[in-house]
């Protein structure tokens, strides 16, 4: 494996808030500055050169006193590390609040250079075409991260927007034993066999408007059908019914309802697991954010693994 072949890449950006991916819905976005300070790290995973972006803090090398929590953020399908970077905002929170943030690089998505996906089980393009081995990519990044800085092993966290999101199922399945908790936004659980039966932590927030993952599940749009080839999506209950038996919650959720965004909270399950579902009414397929939909996604998830101070 090659390691070390790393560059500081620093960035003053204004740009959207839309989570590039799986040909997200049109909307007018507002504009924020978004300041990223982030190193690029590389490693060949089958004899392929991969990457990913990671914001650490400083005084996180390996032998360092202090453990720190790691989440992984995995972008869309069309989009890249750098783009869910700036799109999510979570650098920000990771400096303020003392955790590693990594953004991996998915592979070749189709024929425009930059455009990325993941192997996600059912979605998307070359990557599953080629049957990229994505879980091996992510494994072999966590233990890069883990050799160059002092992190919490119980503590490593996944947020996937669509594609990314999908990604983030697969990685519960198959590298559960790793994964303390996951986020996944505009996602679909499109696993098609999951051995795995650790409880974990789940956050699912997902729009009744979406058109490329629908919330009611069944075929992709048109448009990112073109681009990414035709794939079914599993629903929102249907994920939630996975994560209920996994889980082993019991009861009914709580349910709170603020303006179009509507929260049920699992409670009452195995091992001290959670379980929430956030549903926005009318929501496209994007990263929420509270200017446009009331509701933050990367603030929420923050809260939800604990990572805030």
Same mark, same amino acid.
């Given at each position: 494996?090659?390691?070390?072949?790393?560059?500081?890449?620093?960035?003053?950006?204004?740009?959207?808030?839309?989570? #590039? @991916?799986?040909?997200?819905? /049109?909307?007018?976005?507002?504009? *924020?500055?978004?300041?990223?300070?982030?190193?690029?790290y590389y490693l060949t995973v089958d004899g392929v050169e991969r990457s990913y972006v990671a914001h650490v803090p400083?005084?996180?090398?390996?032998?360092?006193?202090?453990t720190l929590p790691v989440l992984v953020v995995l972008h869309g399908a069309?989009?890249?590390?750098?783009?869910?970077?700036?799109? #999510? @905002?979570?650098?920000?929170? /990771?400096?303020?609040?003392?955790? *590693?943030?990594?953004?991996?690089?998915?592979?070749q998505a189709a024929q425009i250079e930059h455009q990325l996906a993941w192997n996600a089980d059912g979605c998307c393009a070359t990557p599953r075409l080629n049957d990229v081995d994505d879980v091996e990519f992510i494994s072999r990044m966590l233990d890069d991260i883990g050799e160059r800085n002092a992190i919490d092993p119980g503590r490593i966290y996944l947020a996937g927007f669509s594609n990314g999101g999908m990604m983030s199922y697969r990685l519960s399945c198959?590298?559960?034993?790793?994964?303390?908790?996951?986020?996944?936004?505009?996602?679909?659980?499109?696993?098609?066999?999951?051995?795995?039966?650790?409880p974990t932590d789940v956050l699912i927030v997902h729009g009744t408007g979406d058109l490329t993952v629908p919330y009611r599940g069944g075929p992709t749009n048109e448009r990112a059908a073109a681009r990414f080839g035709q794939w079914v999506n599993a629903s929102v209950a249907d994920a939630k019914r996975v994560w209920v038996a996994r889980n082993g919650c019991s009861g009914f959720p709580s349910e709170d309802v603020e303006g179009t965004v509507t929260r049920e909270t699992y409670d009452d399950c195995d091992d001290d697991s959670r379980l929430e579902v956030v549903t926005i009414a009318g929501g496209a397929h994007v990263w929420p954010i509270a200017p446009v939909s009331g509701f933050d996604a990367s603030e929420t998830l923050i809260t939800f693994f604990g990572l805030g101070s």
């Open positions: 494996m090659r390691t070390g072949a790393r560059s500081r890449v620093i960035a003053l950006l204004l740009a959207t808030v839309a989570l #590039t @991916g799986c040909a997200s819905a /049109a909307a007018d976005q507002p504009k *924020i500055d978004v300041v990223a300070q982030s190193d690029v400083e005084g996180a090398a390996a032998g360092a006193p202090e069309g989009g890249n590390g750098a783009k869910a970077e700036i799109a #999510t @905002g979570l650098s920000g929170f /990771a400096k303020a609040d003392n955790f *590693i943030v990594a953004y991996p690089n998915g592979t198959e590298l559960g034993d790793r994964i303390a908790g996951i986020a996944v936004v505009g996602g679909a659980f499109n696993v098609s066999d999951c051995d795995s039966d650790e």
